[in-house]
C-alpha cells in the first residue's frame, strides 16, 4: 500500500492562534526550546484544531487515500511506486466497484467511486436546512410552506445510495471547492428550480447577490466572499428556438426549432465558466416545427399540412447533440459538464390540463416504485445515448462530461411537488404543478449529488497529479 500525502492547505479565513507562555530553556540549548515548542504547537493543531474545523469542510480535496494496483485478473498485486489504478475510499464507507455497463465514466483513469444513484430514501429528521423566512429566493410557485401545504414530511428524506452514503449539502465545503470559480445551470425552469434550492443552501455561509445583466435570459449571482458566480443560462429547448404562436394546437404554444443551430444566447458564454449543469426536456412535450438547414423536415404535433409528424423523441436527440455539439466545439471551455437526466412528473388521476394532481405525502419505496412512463423513458434513453456520444467525441478534445443521473432517486418522489399548494386556493390556477418541486424539498438532493461529484472532480484532479509525478520519477 503506498500512501501519497498532500499538505493541507487551510483556508485564510482560519483563525490564526496566538500563543503566550514562558518556555524554559533546555540545558542543550535555545534552539532545542524552539524546536520543542514548533513540535507542541503542530501537535495542537493535529489533534485539536483540524479534527475540529474539518468536520465543517468534509476533507473536500483530500479523498484520495488508498492507492493498490490490479493484476490482470483483477485481482490486487503488491504495491507499487507506479500505480495503473486508485481506488477511492468514500469517508463513511468503502465503495463497491462500478459496473461495467455504468453510463458514467466514473472508472475514468482506473478511479473508483460509489454508484451514487442507485438507493432509496431515508428519514432524516434533521431537515430542513432553511424555511421561506430565512431564505427569500423561493419562487412564489415553489413555496409550498407559504401557500399552506398542511404536512411536511416531503421536507425530512435524503437520499441513501446503496454502497455507501451521501452527506447532506454542506455550505462550507461547497464554497471553498468552487472558491474563484464559476457556475452555469442550462436549460429551462427547472434549472431554475435548483437555483433557489443552491441560493437557500448556501446563504447560511455567503447570500449570494444578483447581478443585473442586460439580457433578460441571462440571470447570474455572485458570493462576494467566496468569489463564486453563477448562473441561469435560459433555453429550455437548448437550440435556436422562435415562437410562432403563443397559442398553438394545445394552448402551449407553437415553436419553430432550428435543431442544427446553436441557441447563441447560452452557447457564446459557456467559456465563461468552471462548470455547466445542462438540463431540459419537458418543453420538447408542446407542439413544434422542426427546421434543419432552414428547411422543415417535420413537426411534433404541429397539426400542419403536409408536415410530417416526427415525435417530441426525434427533435429531442437532434436538439441535446446540438447542445453537446456546442460545447465540445467551444475551444476555450476548458471546465466540466454535468449532464443532470430527466426529471419525472407524478400526475395522477388525469393529465396536466384535465385534473391531474400529486397529493401523495411520503415517498416511494424502491420495490413500489412505478415504471417510468413511456415518453419520458424514451428521452431518459436519448440522454444516456446522446451523453456517450458526447462523452467519447469530448475526449478527443480533452473536455469532461459527467452524468448527473437523478431520475431514479427522483421517480420515487410523488410527494415532492407543489400540486395545488404553488398557488393560494382563492387564485385563479386551474392546473396542478406536479412537475416542479417545493423548496425546501426533494430538489435539495440535488445539490447533495452536485457537491459530492465536485469533490470527485477533485479527486481526479489530485489524482491526475500524482500520476503526472510518478511518471516522471
Known amino acids: 500500500m503506498v500512501m501519497v500525502k498532500k499538505k493541507k492547505k487551510f483556508p485564510s479565513r482560519f483563525p490564526p492562534f496566538f500563543f503566550s507562555a514562558n518556555v524554559m530553556e533546555l540545558p542543550l540549548g535555545r534552539s532545542n526550546a524552539k524546536t520543542i515548542l514548533l513540535v507542541t504547537v503542530a501537535l495542537l493543531l493535529l489533534t485539536i484544531v483540524i479534527p475540529i474545523y474539518y468536520p465543517l469542510l468534509g476533507y473536500p480535496v483530500y479523498l484520495l487515500k488508498h492507492y493498490s494496483t490490479k493484476s490482470s485478473s483483477g485481482s490486487s498485486s503488491p504495491p507499487s511506486s507506479s500505480l495503473s489504478a486508485v481506488h477511492v475510499q468514500a469517508p463513511v464507507s468503502a465503495p463497491p466497484p462500478r459496473k461495467a455497463d455504468e453510463d458514467d465514466d466514473d472508472d475514468e483513469d482506473g478511479i473508483k467511486f460509489c454508484d451514487l444513484f442507485s438507493g432509496e430514501w431515508v428519514p432524516n429528521p434533521k431537515a430542513p436546512y432553511y424555511t421561506n423566512s430565512t431564505c427569500s429566493a423561493i419562487y412564489e410557485r415553489q413555496d409550498c410552506m407559504k401557500h399552506g401545504r398542511p404536512d411536511t414530511g416531503y421536507m425530512k428524506w435524503r437520499w441513501k445510495p446503496d454502497g455507501c452514503d451521501l452527506p447532506i449539502f454542506n455550505p462550507v465545503q461547497f464554497l471553498e471547492i468552487v472558491r474563484g470559480k464559476s457556475m452555469a445551470f442550462v436549460g429551462d425552469s427547472l434549472s431554475g428550480n435548483q437555483i433557489q434550492s443552491l441560493i437557500c443552501l448556501i446563504s447560511r455561509v455567503d447570500y449570494p447577490i444578483s447581478v443585473p ?36 394546437p394545445t394552448g402551449s404554444g407553437l415553436f419553430n426549432l432550428y435543431l442544427d443551430e446553436f441557441d447563441q444566447r447560452w452557447t457564446t458564454h459557456i467559456q465563461e465558466f468552471d462548470y455547466i449543469v445542462i438540463s431540459a426536456a419537458h418543453w420538447f412535450y408542446r407542439p413544434s416545427v422542426f427546421y434543419e438547414n432552414n428547411q422543415i423536415i417535420g413537426c411534433h404535433y404541429c397539426l400542419l399540412n403536409n408536415v410530417s409528424d416526427l415525435t417530441e423523441r426525434y427533435g429531442y436527440r437532434k436538439a441535446i447533440r446540438t447542445a453537446f455539439r456546442a460545447i465540445n466545439e467551444c475551444k476555450n471551455f476548458k471546465g466540466v459538464t454535468f449532464l443532470r437526466t430527466i426529471s419525472p412528473p407524478h400526475f395522477e388521476n388525469g393529465p396536466w390540463n384535465q385534473g391531474g394532481n400529486c397529493v401523495r405525502t411520503k415517498p416511494f419505496k424502491r420495490k413500489e416504485t412505478p415504471a417510468l412512463e413511456e415518453g419520458h423513458l424514451e428521452i431518459y434513453k436519448i440522454q444516456l445515448e446522446e451523453f456517450r456520444a458526447a462523452t467519447k467525441e469530448g475526449k478527443k478534445k480533452g473536455k469532461k462530461f459527467r452524468l448527473m443521473d437523478t431520475m431514479k432517486a427522483m421517480l420515487m418522489r410523488p410527494d415532492g411537488h407543489p400540486s395545488r399548494y404553488g398557488h393560494f386556493a382563492h387564485e385563479n390556477v386551474t392546473a396542478n404543478d406536479c412537475l416542479h418541486w417545493c423548496v425546501p424539498g426533494p430538489i435539495d438532493a440535488w445539490n447533495d449529488f452536485l457537491l459530492e461529484m465536485l469533490k470527485m472532480e477533485e479527486v481526479r484532479s489530485y489524482a491526475e497529479k500524482v500520476f503526472s509525478s510518478d511518471n516522471k520519477m
Open 213 to 248: 445583466t442586460p439580457d433578460e435570459n441571462f440571470k447570474l449571482w455572485n458570493c462576494t466572499y467566496y468569489n463564486f458566480t453563477f448562473a441561469l443560462l435560459w433555453t429550455p429547448h437548448l437550440v435556436k428556438a422562435i415562437q410562432a404562436d403563443p397559442n398553438g
